[in-house]
């Protein structure tokens, strides 16, 4: 959560305005590998 506005600056530059995926914050004590700094789950539309 320390990086949080980070991450948001970075989203917003890499995710057309207005297109972007629906995304859920969560807090983790543990990621997947200790080397990561966040970990992003989205939900697209199927086709």
């Known amino acids: 959560m320390a990086s949080f506005a980070e991450m948001n600056r970075v989203w917003e530059a890499w995710v057309a305005t207005g297109a ?4 859920a914050t969560v ?3 543990q990621l997947a590998s200790p080397d990561y700094k966040i970990e992003i789950a989205v939900t697209a539309p199927g086709s």
Request: positive net charge.
């Open 20 to 23: 972007a995926p629906t995304r």
């Open 27 to 29: 807090a983790s004590p």
